[in-house]
């Protein structure tokens, strides 16, 4: 084997500013698992072990943030310990240490006993660590960030509005303490390789994609792990026990977020958090369908590359990509190659993706003038939930005339799809609405959607028609609506059906 990073049977991060050695720990423990069972920090909560209720919250530095290093707030239920390696994590306890070393209070902490926002406590740690992030931020300038920075944090005892307003007093007020030195004194580079092996377990974390090829020619039924949004699922839910799990942190060109000359060049492992950033005035149709994705905590984590290689049917980028006439860039060692991503999806949970191969970055053009573009999720909560229909929808005009459509659909069909007749049904006609009310009723030819628990198939035939009535309506006036700087959904008054 050519992989080039000797074999080590450590893992070393720093936890509330003390460096810790993990051996021997299996690599799909989680990093609850390990502050609690291990380090005995009992601060942070499990609650739902999946991501949704934030209980878990803890902060980490990322290192390789836009911009340079920044605090993350993440959900510890899902990371997977290895995924640590070389990071500073920070818990709850860290502000109680900081206090006891005369710090006093931390401002955190006092907006929130202030504000009453605290009632049985148990979700208290974890809302605590959110409000921490958001204490650091530096880019809180719309109201609804503060709703995005606190929606992945569940409180059962109802306590939002004192949360809110403690959130509000201490949001980017950035104090020049201990925990902004570690920040200000954390360097940007790239995450360390790795190779940990605990039993028969074996955690690879490759620096290069050459590295990366060795890794998988070795082990060619390794799993591929970055956010672990997902695959952590496996973990907590199944009780899943991977026998190789591959990382593709330390590839630095991976991450590249670019976007020049009209043309976005965007990497598999790009989290969704800065995608959003980088979109929400430069591609608003994207940046609409990330703000409701999922909690900050997911977007702080989730990638990309995930989202897309998982294949999901329910995918929230696939959409709205389809829309945007993107193509997926996929390498293997023999190279890379172009793939349109009409066609990168074969079948459900399936891709183009040979054994060997990764996506590497996703590329598209700006949409031209006279381009109208718009997404919709649809889902029974604004806030963390699965969609029942997902779309993303663009519609070319010259002239008052429909020159070419893209409209793409997700919970729709066993992959994302474009609705092909009803595209046909609108191109050569008067851009009208009439012409999408024939386009609407279309859509019944293209699809045959399936009924479960987030809606039959009745609902998601109507809810898709539906959405494209009324994407005529909203983008009258702004051919590439954003959503208001205030709390809102993605859906703005658009008809129903007759």
């Not at 920070?90 to 401002?107: I, M």
């Not at 994407?471 to 590439?480: C, I």
Request: charged share 25%; glycine share 10%; net charge negative.
């Amino acid at each position: 084997m050519r992989y080039a990073v000797p074999q080590m049977g450590t893992v070393e991060l720093h936890v509330n500013g003390q460096a810790r050695e993990v051996r021997d720990v299996s690599p799909t423990t989680t990093l609850l698992e390990y502050l609690r069972g291990h380090l005995h920090a009992a601060g942070t909560k499990e609650g739902c072990a999946e991501g949704d209720c934030g209980a878990c919250t803890v902060v980490v530095v990322d290192p390789q943030a836009p911009g340079g290093p920044r605090f993350r707030g993440v959900n510890s239920c899902l990371l997977l310990l290895p995924l640590l390696h070389g990071m500073h994590v920070f818990t709850v306890e860290a502000l109680q240490a900081a206090r006891e070393d005369g710090g006093g209070w931390h401002p955190v902490q006092e907006a929130l006993v202030q504000a009453l926002g605290s009632q049985c406590g148990y979700c208290t740690p974890g809302i605590v660590m959110s409000m921490f992030e958001a204490c650091y931020r530096d880019d809180l300038d719309a109201p609804w960030k503060l709703d995005d920075q606190m929606c992945g944090n569940l409180c059962r005892c109802t306590g939002y509005r004192p949360i809110r307003e403690a959130t509000q007093q201490i949001a980017g007020l950035r104090p020049k303490d201990r925990f902004m030195a570690v920040l200000q004194g954390a360097e940007a580079r790239t995450i360390e390789p790795l190779r940990y092996v605990a039993g028969d377990q074996r955690f690879f974390v490759p620096g290069s994609l050459p590295e990366l090829w060795d890794v998988l020619d070795e082990h060619p039924g390794a799993r591929l792990v970055v956010g672990a949004t997902d695959l952590g699922l496996d973990v907590t839910k199944k009780g899943a026990r991977f026998e190789v799990l591959v990382s593709l942190l330390a590839i630095a060109s991976l991450r590249r977020l670019e976007h020049e000359g009209g043309r976005w060049s965007i990497g598999a492992t790009v989290r969704l958090a800065d995608l959003e950033d980088a979109t929400d005035r430069a591609l608003p149709p994207v940046a609409r369908m990330l703000r409701f994705f999922g909690s900050r905590q997911i977007k702080n984590t989730a990638t990309v590359g995930g989202n897309l290689g998982n294949a999901s049917p329910i995918g929230d980028l696939a959409p709205v990509l389809l829309a945007l006439d993107a193509t997926v860039v996929v390498a293997g060692r023999s190279g890379e190659r172009r793939v349109p991503i009409d066609d990168f999806f074969v079948d459900y949970r399936k891709t183009v993706l040979a054994p060997g191969e990764i996506l590497v970055r996703v590329e598209l053009a700006d949409p031209p003038p006279h381009a109208r573009v718009v997404a919709y999720k649809v889902s029974k909560r604004r806030e963390m939930d699965i969609s029942a229909v997902a779309a993303g929808l663009r519609v070319d005009v010259e002239d008052g005339v429909v020159i070419g459509a893209r409209l793409g659909f997700g919970g729709m069909a066993a992959t994302p799809a474009r609705a092909r007749k009803a595209e046909a049904a609108m191109v050569g006609q008067p851009w009208s609405e009439a012409t999408c009310e024939a386009a609407a009723k279309a859509i019944a030819d293209d699809f045959t959607p399936m009924s479960d628990h987030r809606g039959s198939a009745w609902y998601r035939a109507t809810l898709a028609g539906n959405l494209l009535r009324g994407m005529f309506a909203d983008v009258a006036t702004e051919r590439m609506p954003r959503l208001p700087d205030r709390p809102s959904g993605t859906l703005l008054g658009a008809p129903a059906a007759e």
